[in-house]
């Protein structure tokens, strides 16, 4: 099972941008890396998922190193409500196993 | 609708107590799951339903027990859990399984307490 290793935590100022590392140098070429968060007493919430291209959606962006060993997810403009736990997940046909997460803080 | 429903959203049991917690999605998701998450851990998965038809069991006590009766339903039964059960229990949907290009939907929980 491909692992991820991921900062503990992170701080970033609000409508700063933020840069989110993961780790996934044991990924297998057809493992997807998917974002999910989670905020306080809620599931988690996916955010973003790509294979090797980099990805944007309406809330993030995922930008993949070229060997794929490697993840940054971006949000943009951080605001108070993306104070999460954010889940790096290198994912295949029977890996489905979150990482252990980065806790962001966003201050005011 | 891109909900996935948990009932209850909060259980209380005894050692001795059978219960059952529910899932259920409307999206026409063929794949279902269920975690267990500890404080400040990540989820663990527990299992995996897909089309129906349990795929994964990642090693868990035969005290869950999990039942998937139609493409929209998932439980999971409880018998004689102990207080370290307590966690709060996921359930999940997605289009196929996991990983194949396809992003998961969870439901809110249930906050479980074994006493």
Not at chain 1, 31 to 49: A, F, M, N, T
């Amino acid at each position: 099972d491909a692992k991820t290793t991921q900062p503990n935590s992170m701080e970033s100022n609000e409508e700063e941008p933020v840069h989110l590392p993961c780790n996934h140098s044991t990924i297998s070429g057809t493992d997807y890396i998917h974002w999910y968060r989670q905020l306080p007493s809620q599931g988690p919430e996916y955010v973003i998922h790509g294979l090797t291209s980099n990805v944007n959606n309406r809330m993030a962006s995922l930008a993949i190193a070229e060997d794929r060993k490697s993840s940054t997810l971006i949000l943009h403009r951080a605001t108070l409500r993306d104070a999460a736990v954010y889940y790096c997940t290198a994912l295949g046909a029977n890996n489905l196993f979150f990482g252990t997460g980065t806790r962001l803080t966003v201050i005011p | 609708d891109t909900e996935v429903t948990q009932t209850p959203k909060h259980l209380v049991m005894g050692m001795t107590n059978k219960k059952s917690l529910k899932c259920e999605q409307h999206m026409g998701h063929r794949a279902m799951y269920w975690y267990k998450q500890k404080a400040k851990k990540p989820p663990e998965l527990m299992f995996v339903y897909s089309y129906e038809k349990l795929s994964i069991n990642e090693s868990v006590p035969s005290r869950f027990s999990p039942e998937c009766p139609n493409s929209s339903l998932l439980n999971l039964h409880l018998h004689a859990l102990q207080p370290e059960d307590s966690a709060l229990y996921l359930c999940a949907s997605s289009q196929d399984s996991w990983g194949r290009n396809t992003e998961a939907f969870f439901g809110q929980g249930t906050r479980l307490t074994v006493v």
